[in-house]
């Protein structure tokens, strides 16, 4: 295959054990997984703490935690340790921190400043994949320019939550040596700052999208060739989420479909994606190989901390389920999917 200019991440087959990332994480590990007594952050994510208010067909919550950065920190602590950038204002609960740090959510890169947190409200229709925003207010998130710590500085794996192509592609810029980098973009993005976000495609090892913003960025409607075609932008794999049918992998080396985890009830899907994208990314820095062994894995993993996610309204689910929950699940999901 060739060689990445920047990164040292590629695909190879599940059988083999020698990917240019996996000997160098292996040195830093001893066996290539998370040790228990390891405290430095595995993985650096990009993602916003916000106040949520969120009406579904099941009822309404107010001024909750949420932001994308809630939910995919959340999924991925349940495997690696994390480390976040974003800012909150002065009235970001102490009670939030405190959560999030229990969960094994270092907040060294998150900054505070003076004014108001990020606001978000919503209504779901009955039928639950049609959102509407209510409100937004922005607050310090509107001039927020990151500035990482010097501990996040060698992170080896990377997720650039959705935010402006920009701002991901200046925290990107900190990152001494990223082994392995991740973004998820949206409408609005691909839309009105489309030069960035087509720089920032040729620097990342991999995007997440839902299959609408798929079409959008590729204006193909077909989800096979907008997959390829996104792989033609620059990113060695690509993910296209399609909300309760499942997601597909694309790469050079192979494609992948997973279907979602079969629920009877779903109370709040907002952040279900952010959960799975928090999911694999967290399972991918546990392990430090990125095989296509793994990337299924890490998918599987991504599916079950999204289905917690929308037992309940906002992160309610996900800081209640224990490890032990989690592997229960992914046995089951396994099985299910297993011919």
């Excluded at 991440?9 to 040790?35: E, M």
């Excluded at 991901?168 to 489309?194: A, G, Y």
Aim: proline share 4%; hydrophobic share 40%.
């Amino acid at each position: 295959m060739e060689a990445l200019v920047r990164f040292k991440f590629s695909i190879c087959s599940p059988d083999a054990d020698t990917v240019h990332l996996t000997q160098k994480r292996a040195d830093r590990t001893g066996a290539g997984t998370r040790r228990e007594d390891d405290h430095n952050v595995e993985l650096l994510i990009l993602g916003t703490l916000a106040f949520d208010g969120i009406e579904t067909p099941k009822g309404l919550a107010s001024d909750i935690l949420g932001g994308s950065g809630s939910h995919c920190a959340l999924a991925a602590a349940l495997h690696a340790q994390v480390g976040m950038v974003t800012v909150v204002g002065e009235d970001f609960p102490d009670d939030w921190k405190t959560l999030l740090e229990k969960q094994g959510v270092d907040l060294t890169g998150v900054e505070v400043k003076p004014g108001g947190t990020l606001r978000w409200t919503c209504r779901y229709e009955p039928d639950m994949n049609i959102r509407h925003t209510t409100g937004l207010a922005l607050n310090v998130l509107v001039d927020y320019e990151p500035k990482l710590p010097e501990s996040y500085r060698d992170v080896p794996f990377v997720f650039l939550g959705n935010d402006s192509p920009a701002r991901q592609r200046k925290v990107l810029s900190q990152v001494r040596n990223p082994q392995f980098v991740m973004c998820d973009t949206m409408n609005h993005w691909i839309e009105t700052e489309r030069e960035d976000l087509d720089q920032l495609l040729r620097e990342v090892d991999g995007v997440v999208v839902n299959d609408e913003e798929a079409r959008l960025l590729t204006g193909v409607h077909n989800l096979i060739s907008a997959g390829n075609r996104i792989l033609d932008m620059g990113p060695r794999l690509a993910i296209i989420k399609k909300g309760e049918h499942g997601a597909f992998l694309f790469s050079r080396f192979a494609h992948y479909a997973l279907p979602a985890f079969p629920l009877e009830e779903v109370v709040d899907p907002t952040g279900a994606g952010d959960s799975f994208a928090g999911g694999i990314m967290g399972y991918l820095a546990s392990r430090g190989r990125v095989n296509l062994w793994n990337l299924k894995r890490a998918m599987a993993h991504g599916t079950v901390a999204a289905s917690y996610t929308v037992e309940q309204y906002g992160t309610q689910r996900i800081v209640e389920v224990s490890k032990k929950e989690i592997e229960q699940r992914y046995e089951e999901f396994v099985q299910f999917i297993t011919p």
